[in-house]
C-alpha cells in the first residue's frame, strides 16, 4: 500500500521560500506520477502542480507557476515544493498525492498524505 508522508510545512514570510516534502513507501516510486494540491480554509482543494513518474513530464497551476517547483529524488523516494516567492494567498494546507499518470492525478489521486500546514505572512 502505498504511504506518503509531507513535511516542511510551517511559517514563511512573504517573499521569503519554503520547501516541501513527500516521502512515499509502499511501492516503486519510478512508477508514479507524484503531484501536489492545496486547500484553504473554506476553501476546495485545488491543483498545485505534478511530475510525472520519469521526470519528463511537469504541470503547474497557472496561480504558482513560475514561483513554485516540483521535483523528485529517485534515490530518496521523495517529491519536493520548493516554494519561492510565496504570497499570503499561498497558505493553505498542502497534500502530496500520488497516481500512475499526471492526468490520472489532476483528476482524482489514488493516494493522498495527510497533509501540511504552509501560512504566508504579509
Known amino acids: 500500500q502505498v504511504q506518503l508522508v509531507e513535511s516542511g510545512g510551517g511559517l514563511v514570510q512573504a517573499g521569503g521560500s519554503l520547501r516541501l516534502a513527500c516521502a512515499f513507501s509502499g511501492s516503486t516510486f519510478g512508477l508514479y506520477a507524484m503531484g501536489w494540491f492545496r486547500q484553504a480554509p473554506g476553501e476546495q482543494r485545488e491543483f498545485v502542480a505534478a511530475?510525472?513518474?520519469?521526470?519528463?513530464?511537469?504541470t503547474y497551476a497557472d496561480s504558482v507557476k513560475g514561483r513554485f517547483t516540483i521535483s523528485r529524488d529517485g534515490s530518496k523516494n521523495t517529491a519536493y515544493l520548493q516554494m519561492n516567492s510565496p504570497k499570503p494567498e499561498d497558505t493553505a494546507s498542502y497534500y502530496c498525492a500520488a497516481d500512475y499518470s499526471t492526468i490520472q492525478l489532476r483528476e482524482d489521486p489514488r493516494y493522498w498524505g495527510r497533509g501540511t500546514q504552509v501560512t504566508v505572512s504579509a
Open positions: 511530475v510525472s513518474g520519469s521526470g519528463g513530464t511537469i
